[in-house]
């Protein structure tokens, strides 16, 4: 993990919830390409890659389960809010007693931190493509962003 990068991204004083997912999601890119040689480009090709280094993330054993979720939840988050015009918010996770950030498309909420957090202490049976199908199948198509 990068700790530049860490004490960078936990400094910034974003604007606002959207702004701080963005500049996650950017750390993401770069540590990503710095540790782990692959590249994120907020495509849903890209959730294939996420996954394999979660999986390398989770074999780490002192690594900092917050900050990852928030690392690679963001980026996660950032495909589905790209592709369907969406918007962050702080909202309370279903059977959860505090607020998170979810991702809002058309009145859709959806958890892409929750399921980074899933995925690294659960494991495999939650992985991120099955995931991002449920979410293509439930949005339809992308929004056209010009």
Do not use: C
């Not at 999601?25 to 480009?41: M, P, W």
């Not at 996770?93 to 950030?101: C, E, I, K, L």
């Not at 957090?117 to 339809?140: I, N, P, Q, W």
């Amino acid at each position: 993990m990068s700790e530049p990068l860490r004490k960078r991204l936990e400094s910034t004083p974003f604007p606002d919830l959207g702004a701080m997912m963005e500049g996650y999601a950017q750390g993401a890119i770069e540590t990503a390409r710095a540790n782990y040689r692959q590249t994120l480009d907020f495509t849903p090709e890209s959730i294939d890659v996420l996954d394999e280094i979660l999986v390398l993330v989770g074999e780490t054993p002192d690594h900092d389960v917050d900050y990852e979720v928030r690392l690679w939840g963001s980026y996660l988050g950032e495909i589905i809010r790209q592709r369907y015009a969406g918007g962050w918010e702080m909202t309370q996770y279903p059977g959860g007693t505090v607020a998170v950030p979810a991702v809002d498309v058309r009145g859709s909420r959806l958890f892409p931190l929750m399921k980074v957090y899933r995925r690294l202490t659960v494991g495999e049976e939650d992985d991120l493509r099955s995931f991002y199908e449920m979410v293509a199948e439930r949005l339809g198509r992308p929004a056209q962003v010009n």
